[in-house]
Structure formats: structure tokens, C-alpha cells
């Protein structure tokens, strides 16, 4: 009885973090779709090439602009979408190489 309990315990407490992950993903996933409609439809940002990543509302952002003022123009963007907590910025400029 007390094995069958346990196991009844493990099973709800997965489940319930399956939701959890579930309710996160379809939040992230919101927050990715987003963040890449506002910076397509940003003017300033025709010639940026940016590649959007979402985890637990923390928005990363990579690829290459042309200048510091779209890098600047992403990251404000990215930052004024509902649900972003924070925002990490990977852009670079074009005509400089990667530090990587």
C-alpha cells in the first residue's frame, strides 16, 4: 500500500510540473512571437538580421545590425514587450567580427 501511495505521489507531483513547463513554454513561446513581430515591423531595423530566443521571459537576442543605435532600438523593443523580464543582447554591429 504504501509503495502504491508513493508511486501516486511521484506521478501527481510530475504531472504538476508538466503543466508548470507547459504554462512556461506557451508563455515563452507568446513572448517570442512578440518580440519578433515588433522588431520586423520596426522602420529602424529594415537591415538588421536578429535572431530572437525566449526562456522563462528572459529574451536573448543575437544576429547583426548595421549600427549601435538598432542594437539600442532592439534591446528598447524587446524590453517593452509584455512579459519580458530581461534582456540579453548578442547583436553585433556588421562590419566587426565576433568576439567569440
Do not use: K, W, Y
Not at 22 to 48: K, M
Not at 51 to 75: K, P
Request: glycine share 8%; no cysteine.
Amino acid at each position: 500500500m504504501i509503495r502504491v501511495l508513493a508511486v501516486l505521489v511521484l506521478a501527481a507531483a510530475f504531472s504538476g510540473e508538466a503543466i508548470a513547463q507547459r504554462q512556461s513554454s506557451a508563455a515563452d513561446d507568446a513572448i517570442f512571437v512578440a518580440v519578433a513581430t515588433a522588431l520586423h515591423d520596426a522602420s529602424a531595423l529594415v537591415g538588421a538580421d536578429i535572431i530572437v530566443s525566449s526562456l522563462d521571459g528572459f529574451v536573448t537576442l543575437t544576429g547583426v545590425a548595421r549600427t549601435m543605435d538598432e542594437i539600442a532600438e532592439a534591446v528598447d523593443i524587446a524590453l517593452g514587450v509584455r512579459g519580458v523580464t530581461g534582456v540579453r543582447n548578442n547583436i553585433r554591429m556588421a562590419d566587426r567580427p565576433s568576439r567569440a
